[in-house]
């Protein structure tokens, strides 16, 4: 078992052109060199993750797999190094949150590697739409298997900061309400489901309602909305926030993401809404508009946070794309 250091990218003194590198890939891909590369994200779980390093080292040398660990340190690092281990390895192990499944797997999108979950994060949502076990040792055991399964995700363009942005995501997409939760539990000190428990507390406070223009390609055809909405939340998988059913009825292979737009509603009522919420009843209530589609155009006015799987974007505005990516996505799975 190898673990490298964290940056195992090309010295910048020595430049691949792209021939040379797309050749390097079609060479790789005829052997890859590791059945599976592990990224390991310590800080995950508030640096819970960390704590398991030594014991996935350990399994991995007494059942005398084949691989390599690879500790990110950083924001983004998830994606640079799932873009280099894809040539080399057959299965990528994301070990982390939600967080970091995502960055891992905006690389393999399309691509013949295939993702497996080590869940060690705080919601661990989407290893919950793929995996019937609660246990870590189980969770190791299918990542080291080869039952797979295709699933769907989202894709979303938008601008935040004056940048443009093009990125997938795995579970859910949370805008207004729900974006500012994401940005206010990514610096809570609290754990596990407390820290969204909390964040949804104190975000609850000042939050108000913003206006949208909505455009929907759904199930039953062609919808549009003017209205100022609380939350907007779309789900790919069925959880988001550890408990928080934002689309009971979804599924990561139907083709379709499932869209729910909170209407505006007096403050009072929000204890209300979040039992709704926690029961997936919101869904039936008629200041909730909620759809099956298969892509969406949202126009905002103001600046609103935007959440990816829990990854939070500050000041998005403008336009807003969305659309379901079928069958995208190889993921080593138990069930």
Not at 23 to 32: C, G, P, S, V
Not at 52 to 80: C, F, N, P
Not at 210 to 223: F, K, Q, T, W
Request: with cysteine.
């Amino acid at each position: 078992m190898q673990t490298p250091s964290k940056d195992l990218k090309r010295s910048s003194s020595a430049p691949i052109t792209p021939e040379m590198f797309a050749l390097e890939a079609l060479e790789a891909r005829k052997q890859k060199e590791f059945p599976r590369w592990f990224i390991f994200n310590p800080a995950a779980n508030k640096g819970r993750a960390k704590s398991r390093l030594k014991w996935l080292e350990k399994v991995l040398l007494g059942r005398r797999e084949e691989g390599v660990i690879q500790l990110t340190s950083k924001r983004g690092d998830g994606i640079a190094f799932s873009e280099s281990a894809k040539v080399k390895a057959e299965t990528i192990v994301a070990c982390g949150g939600d967080g970091t499944v995502n960055e891992v797997a905006q690389s393999l999108v399309g691509s013949e590697t295939r993702l497996a979950i080590l869940p060690l994060g705080s919601g661990n949502d989407f290893f919950k739409n793929v995996s019937a076990t609660k246990k870590l040792d189980d969770a190791l055991k299918a990542a080291l298997q080869n039952k797979t399964r295709k699933v769907d995700v989202g894709k979303v363009s938008f601008s935040f900061n004056g940048q443009t942005c093009s990125r997938y995501f795995l579970n859910s997409l949370g805008l207004g309400f729900t974006g500012a939760i994401a940005k206010e539990a990514s610096v809570s000190k609290r754990r596990g489901n407390l820290i969204y428990l909390d964040a949804l507390r104190k975000v609850g406070k000042t939050y108000s309602a913003a206006p949208m223009r909505i455009s929907l390609n759904a199930e039953s055809g062609v919808l549009t909305y003017s209205e100022s909405i609380f939350a907007l939340t779309v789900g790919n998988g069925k959880i988001e926030g550890g408990k928080f059913k934002i689309a009971p009825d979804a599924s990561v292979s139907d083709g379709f993401l499932n869209i729910g737009l909170l209407l505006a509603f007096p403050k009072w009522q929000l204890p209300i809404w979040v039992l709704r919420y926690l029961r997936g009843s919101q869904i039936r209530h008629a200041n909730v508009r909620y759809h099956k589609i298969t892509s969406a155009t949202i126009c905002v006015s103001e600046p609103l946070a935007l959440h990816l799987d829990g990854e939070a974007f500050e000041n998005v505005a403008g336009e807003i794309r969305i659309e379901c990516v079928p069958s995208a996505l190889t993921v080593v799975a138990s069930q």
